[in-house]
């Protein structure tokens, strides 16, 4: 057999910069979505601004998320919702359809995230009635105008969340660093006006995870933008959290390129 050497020196300096690399990491004491202490690092994510993420993930729920990245700039993405408005509508229109398959839709629709209105759009267009909450102003104020629709250019919160016969929330959670609170209060004010809850993430699940040992500055990669998605839900996390605040029932549910889960209770 070969006899391999080693040199002791240039291996003892690697295990060196690694354990001083480690030792800068800060933990984080809870998984965001589950609230596990199981929770262990995975890499650092390069961004496109030259800086640098940690990924963290939940061994109890198997989501991914990165807690201390920066907060986010507010800025406008009305060109974005422009760009996709056809899209979203065609998806939009599905997702009621398959909704009102399930159950009637008694009362307003409370859309968070609700960008230029194309979920409420579709609505309006079918009968249905209701109200969008999104940060982005730019995006409220070109839907309210355009559409004649109610759209807010402020945060959703239960205080000032009105009577609803549906609430929806698609593509916002991922953005958020800590995202319990929302969404119990997202589960409360269902269970309280009595009305299903439909929410949809980019789930990250195994299936996913060979992404993790490629480069993620690639164009479409799911750790393209890590600054901007810092919350990457399994469905398990999703799922065990809705049921930690109350959810009885997570149907499984797709619309065009939307994955989520309708919650009832």
């Known amino acids: 057999m070969e006899r391999v050497t080693v040199n ?3 291996l003892s300096q690697r295990q060196f910069n690694s354990s001083e690399s480690a030792s800068k990491i800060s933990m984080p004491e809870k998984c965001v979505v ?4 199981y929770v262990s690092f995975v890499k650092e994510l390069p961004t496109k601004q030259n800086k640098i993420v940690d990924l963290f993930y939940c061994m109890e729920c ?3 998320f990165s807690p201390f990245s920066l907060p986010n700039k507010v800025s406008s993405q009305l060109e974005w919702h422009k760009s996709v408005l056809d899209r979203n509508l065609e998806w939009a229109t599905d997702l009621l359809t398959k909704i009102q398959q399930k159950t009637s839709i008694d009362g307003p629709i409370i859309d ?3 960008g230029i209105g194309s979920l409420l759009l579709a609505a309006k267009q079918i009968g249905l009635e209701g109200i969008g909450f999104d940060i982005d102003e730019d995006s409220c104020i070109y839907g309210s105008t355009k559409y ?5 250019g402020t945060y959703w919160e239960r205080s000032n969340s009105p009577q609803c016969g549906l609430i929806t929330c698609i593509s916002v959670l991922e953005h958020i660093h800590y995202p ?3 969404i119990k209060d997202l589960v409360n004010v269902a269970k309280e006006n009595k009305c299903y809850l439909y929410i949809s993430v980019p789930f990250l699940n195994r299936d996913w995870w060979k992404f993790l040992i490629t480069d993620n500055l690639s164009k479409g990669h799911i750790f393209e933008y890590p600054h901007v998605h810092v919350t990457h839900f399994s469905s398990k996390g999703l799922g065990t959290v809705c049921r930690e605040f109350g959810a009885k029932s997570l149907d499984p549910l797709r619309a065009g ?3 989520g889960f309708l919650v009832s209770f």
Do not use: H, P, T, Y
Request: net charge positive; hydrophobic share 40%; with cysteine.
């Open 148 to 152: 004649n629709l109610k759209l807010v």
């Open 62 to 64: 198997e989501s991914f």
């Open 180 to 182: 319990r609170l929302l």
């Open 112 to 114: 968070i995230g609700c």
């Open 257 to 259: 390129g939307w994955f």
């Open 8 to 10: 002791d020196k240039s």
């Open 34 to 37: 589950c609230n596990s202490s």
